[in-house]
């Protein structure tokens, strides 16, 4: 195994233990650690993605189910809920019972569907946690109906010095401490400052999914700039 190949097992084996190890906690950390404007963001992200009634999504690291829960508020029973995490998806399956669709425990790369199933992919706060997040965008368009989306929800470094100062500040001294106060994990959201700052400079989302084939790409910035939304049409 090459080192490159051999990093992205390693990656896949330690995220997945850290959220396996989180989950019971997952839902109130997002709520502590993002003051609660997690679910403005999502709200955002989903309205970006014209769900309606008749949208089929499929929810790609869909986690507890948040994403899910406000996609029933656009009419949405249609819903495959995927998460590497075992303990993730047993959330998940106890809080969104009520969806017409199944869960996969998988990665993003390796999608367990056919071809042009589904209307909609989402991905919130999942897409640093990819370990070959071009390989993820292709299965994306695979799955992905003529017409459809997929909407990634992500941190972004702000541009503003002073924003971006308090910002870094932030999540390197603030929301590692209280990540492991609130989820007893030793080292849950080590990783979070670093791969920010590091997905910001050397991934561009926009580019990746027109190397992917979607024909139409739109970003969004929110919050001062450190949250972004991308959208892609197939």
């Keep these: ?16 233990k850290m959220f396996d190890s989180i989950a019971g906690r997952y839902d109130l950390l997002n709520r ?39 996609a029933r508020k656009y009419g949405v029973t249609k819903i495959f809920g995927a998460d590497f995490s075992y303990n993730m998806l047993s959330l998940f399956n106890k809080k969104v019972n009520w969806i017409s669709g199944k869960d ?34 292709r299965e994306f368009r695979r799955v992905i109906n003529k017409g459809g989306r997929a909407t990634i929800l992500e941190f972004a470094m702000p541009k503003n010095p002073l924003i971006k100062g308090f910002y870094k500040f932030y999540f390197k001294n603030i929301l590692p401490l209280v990540g492991k106060m609130v989820s007893g994990h030793p080292m849950a959201y080590d990783y979070l400052p670093d ?16 190397d992917a084939g979607f024909s139409k790409v739109d970003r969004y910035l929110f919050t001062f700039g450190i949250v972004q939304v991308v959208v892609a049409e197939k």
């Design 104 to 137: 996969f425990q998988t990665a993003a790369e390796f999608i367990p569907l056919k071809e042009s199933v589904v209307t909609n992919v989402t991905v919130s706060f999942g897409v640093r946690n990819f370990y070959d997040i071009p390989l993820a965008f």
């Design 1 to 16: 195994m090459s080192t490159s190949l051999f990093a992205k097992e390693e990656k896949k084996i330690e995220v997945k």
């Design 195 to 210: 791969s920010v700052e590091d997905f910001d400079k050397n991934v561009d989302l926009v580019k990746l999914f027109k």
């Design 32 to 70: 502590v650690l993002s003051v609660g404007i997690d679910k403005y963001w999502r709200k955002k992200a989903l309205k970006l993605s014209r769900l309606n009634k008749d949208t089929i999504l499929l929810d790609m690291a869909c986690g507890t189910g948040d994403v899910a829960i406000q």
